[in-house]
């Protein structure tokens, strides 16, 4: 969603708020603009598009300053225009704010300030924040905020600055991340650590409703009921390299190369080859209630919704235990049955879905224990959650989830893993599984060196309009997943099915300008979905099929096979979904799609 930068210090801030802003470009990406504090007058510069071209319109002015707030818009209320592009001001000019959320009672907030004569220029939900402000202000910025919020119903992440305190900016959140960064004689705030890990790895995580203010002198904190407090500063121990590209064309690339070492990452230290168990840290405490559990729960969206189903399947299938997967977004509106014996899932790549936290609190509400997978460490929902695993998948910059996936699926595995063996699986199935999981990282190597050949496979598929995939049992949630990848990055219509369901309506779409990808690994549903297979070149449909290694006779009737070594439905779906992602990569490409920021979408999903 949209990103929000911050400086105050010694030196001047509007290239260090640019920077971050660049850095933060992947979340949202349709406008951007900053707010510069002078010791007289503030100014602001907007544009609709790229940072780069805010860049060049601050490099003529040569403008410099030693505060300033900046932000990257995805826009809700309001098209993508220089009027509603932020920071946003209030009628007087003398308040700047930069915000990401929505307030969802901005309409009657509006409609109440209009008819008091105030007159907005833009359509956003933000500019009634600086309206509010600049209506509570007498003097104080910080309690102008406190006030302005308490009529507020929704969802923030907020920097403000004020002409009459130009040494100020002062920032709070409420569901919306944020946090403060300390330097050298200057302080950062931003909506991710990214903007400002150039500069600072000592960062304040800010808790919901708490107030930040930063001055050329510190940092204070003040809590919800305003009292002062005093917080801890966490060592950021990732590098900028890990964020950065490292020769790859697009990040997303890089990160489905770099997933033989994160799948190890996600393992490391968890997976007990000699006793064919795993270990989880962060929830060894909470194994008993999950066991014990009258039901299990998985809450999530997207990319990371897929990889419930598929623990779902894994929970059931090996350990026997009885599990439903929710979407996030309907969790919290359909009245699920989940009491407090019931433990409840967040999967979530960037602890930030604003979705997955309403599903979080209305677990909470119902007194269900709730865990966490996540892979940013300290974000929202793993502080929201009891306890929980990282999946140590290292920073995600490309706006499709790749990485962060197959980390995921591997956490779920081991837990999986460790569960199934309490609940009765052998020793020796434990420690055929944990062999096959130790051999993950070489396996998808091997599959990755298919990447070539997938890239001619995907100019040939590069003009279609739509695509089928098709899989069965745990194959399916990797249709689902390499469905969506493909539709994200290159705007194809893309469906996932269940192979066999094809039959039941789907089959109708298949003539010769359809390609279907048959996820056919020699499995006990193989004969089955060679028989789907058939069924679709009979109707002059394309295939391009996915098998295992070795496999002569599927050569025979797909149009194109794609190998992958042979695998336990454990370990399947990492394996199987690599191809996937690079062959949506790659018609992406081919198609001249913006790969790592595709239209429309953002990074981390902060408004429900
Ligand atoms: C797909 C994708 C999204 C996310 C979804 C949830 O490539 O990235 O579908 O999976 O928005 O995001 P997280 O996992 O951050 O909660």
Redesign the pocket.
């Known amino acids: 969603m949209c990103g929000i930068v911050g400086y105050i210090g010694k030196n001047n801030a509007v290239p260090v708020v640019i920077q971050g802003l660049q850095r933060l470009e992947y979340r949202g990406y349709d406008s951007c603009g900053i707010a510069m504090m002078h010791p007289e007058i503030m100014n602001l510069e907007k544009v609709t598009g790229k940072v780069s071209e805010l860049q060049s319109q601050l490099a003529q002015q040569k403008t410099s300053s030693p505060v300033a707030i900046g932000h990257t818009r995805w826009a809700t209320h309001g098209p993508p225009t220089f009027q509603n592009a932020h920071p946003h001001t209030s009628q007087d000019g003398k308040v700047a704010v930069v915000h990401n959320g929505i307030i969802e009672n901005y309409k009657s907030l509006k409609d109440g300030l209009e008819s008091s004569g105030y007159v907005f220029s833009s359509e956003t939900d933000t500019e009634v924040i600086a309206a509010l402000i600049s209506k509570a202000y007498h003097g104080n910025l910080e309690e102008a905020v406190r006030e302005a919020l308490s009529h507020v119903v929704g969802a923030y992440g907020l920097a403000i600055i004020h002409q009459d305190e130009p040494e100020k900016i002062v920032c709070t959140r409420k569901g919306a991340p944020l946090i403060m960064a300390v330097g050298d004689d200057e302080f950062f705030v931003a909506s991710d650590v990214a903007a400002i890990l150039h500069y600072s790895k000592d960062v304040i995580y800010l808790g919901n409703e708490e107030i930040g203010i930063l001055t050329p002198s510190g940092v204070t904190t003040y809590s919800e009921t305003d009292e002062p407090v005093d917080k801890k500063i966490h060592k950021i121990t990732f590098n900028l390299e890990e964020i950065e590209k490292g020769g790859y064309e697009h990040f997303m690339l890089k990160e489905i190369f770099s997933q033989p070492q994160t799948i190890y990452d996600a393992m490391r230290g968890r997976l007990q080859p000699e006793t064919g168990t795993a270990f989880l840290g962060g929830i060894d405490h909470m194994i008993g209630s999950l066991l014990h559990a009258d039901q299990r729960y998985f809450t999530?969206?997207?990319?990371?919704w897929h990889a419930g189903l598929i623990g779902e399947m894994m929970f059931e299938q090996f350990a026997r235990l009885p599990c439903e997967v929710e979407y996030a977004s309907e969790f919290r509106y359909r009245e699920p049955l989940v009491d407090a014996k019931s433990v409840v899932f967040a999967?979530?790549?960037?602890?930030?879905?604003a979705d997955?936290l309403a599903a979080i609190q209305e677990a909470k509400n119902r007194e269900a224990t709730v865990l966490g997978i996540c892979n940013v460490v300290g974000s929202s929902i793993a502080r929201e959650t009891e306890a929980g695993v990282y999946i140590h998948a290292g920073p995600e910059i490309g706006?499709?989830?790749t990485k962060?996936f197959t980390s995921q699926v591997t956490v779920l595995s081991l837990l999986t893993l460790k569960l199934a063996r309490l609940m009765g699986m052998s020793k020796e199935d434990g420690l055929e599984i944990s062999q096959a999981m130790q051999q993950l990282p070489e396996n998808v190597e091997w599959v990755l060196k298919q990447a070539d050949q997938i890239a001619e496979i995907a100019k040939l598929y590069a003009d279609a309009s739509n695509f089928l995939y098709l899989g069965r049992g745990v194959n399916f949630p990797v249709a689902l997943e390499g469905a969506?990848?493909l539709k994200?990055i290159s705007y194809i219509h893309a469906e996932g099915y269940p192979a066999a369901e094809m039959k039941h309506g789907p089959i109708a779409l298949i003539d010769k300008s359809m390609p279907i990808v048959a996820i056919a690994p020699q499995d006990r549903t193989y004969d089955k979905i060679l028989s789907n297979i058939e069924e679709v070149k009979a109707r002059h449909g394309r295939v391009i099929a996915l098998a295992t290694e070795g496999d002569t006779r599927i050569k025979e009737i797909a149009d194109h096979v794609l190998y992958v070594p042979p695998a336990l439905s454990f370990t399947a779906p990492i394996l199987n979904v690599i191809p996937l992602q690079l062959l949506s990569y790659y018609v992406a490409v081919e198609r001249g799609c913006n790969v790592d920021q595709p239209r429309n979408l953002a990074k981390?999903?902060t408004v429900e």
Request: glycine residues 10%; proline residues 0%; hydrophobic residues 30%.
């Open positions: 999530a969206c997207g990319t990371s999967i979530s790549q960037s602890g930030e879905t997955t706006v499709a989830s962060a969506l990848k994200e981390s999903v």
